[in-house]
């Protein structure tokens, strides 16, 4: 079956640590990986996409499948950046997501 | 554009009544999808319906709960006989047809609560 994990319920640092939010998915076959952030009650918003190899905000993430991970890594995280963070997968007609991190930037 | 358009944003029910959530997708989208967040757990898949279709309603709890996408106007996820578990947040996503899932956008969720 199709899963996605993310280990960590919540992720703390301090404004301008790195910071690595882990995501490790089950697929059988070529998975598209997505990554998208909701910030306080507002609505998803895609972050960034395994196939394009884009980074947004600072923020980039490598498909390894070998280890089956998808990580959304950021050298130096700011204060903005806190929010639920949310990998996921297409699967058929429809995204499977992750339980999110929710990373809190502390001043 | 707009955006995805989802109402009411609030919604609280006693048990046992109806609950209904309206989402209007962006301008030209024609396929919704309907995802249920519950407290301290991730987005959970509910349905997938096109114009008066539903293609997948494979997340979709067996009894009391519904969805429709009608021609005309927006799609409704309905729940009947509402119970305290239903509380949650309901989030509506669309995309334009013929793009595929890289392409979906979502509303600010409908956060339900049952009393």
């Known amino acids: 079956a199709q899963r996605v994990t993310q280990p960590e319920k919540l992720l703390s640092v301090f404004k301008g640590a790195p910071v690595e939010l882990k995501c490790n998915y089950s697929y059988s076959g070529s998975p598209e990986l997505f990554w998208y952030v909701q910030y306080s009650r507002q609505r998803l918003q895609l972050l960034l996409r395994h196939i394009s190899r884009e980074s947004i905000k600072g923020f980039t993430a490598d498909l390894n499948k070998g280890e089956t991970s998808f990580h959304l890594k950021k050298p130096f995280a700011q204060e903005e950046d806190s929010a639920m963070y949310y990998c996921?997968?297409?699967?058929?007609?429809?995204?499977?997501f992750g339980a999110g991190t929710i990373l809190r930037v502390k001043s | 554009n707009a955006g995805v358009m989802q109402n009411p944003r609030h919604l609280v029910r006693r048990r046992g009544q109806e609950a209904r959530l309206r989402c209007s997708p962006m301008?030209?989208?024609?396929?919704v999808y309907w995802y249920r967040q519950l407290p301290e757990e991730g987005l959970k898949f509910m349905v997938y319906?096109?114009?008066?279709?539903?293609?997948?309603e494979s997340g979709m709890p067996k009894e009391r709960f519904s969805a429709e996408f009608p021609k005309e106007g927006p799609s409704i996820l309905r729940i009947q006989q509402v119970v305290r578990g239903d509380s949650a947040a309901y989030f509506c996503?669309?995309?334009?047809?013929?793009?595929?899932?890289?392409?979906?956008?979502f509303g600010e969720g409908s956060w339900l609560t049952v009393v």
């Open positions: 996503a669309s995309s334009p047809p013929g793009q595929g899932r890289n392409t979906i956008y």
């Open positions: 301008k030209g989208h024609s396929h």
């Open positions: 996921a997968l297409t699967s058929g007609n429809k995204l499977v």
């Open positions: 319906l096109q114009k008066e279709n539903i293609i997948d």
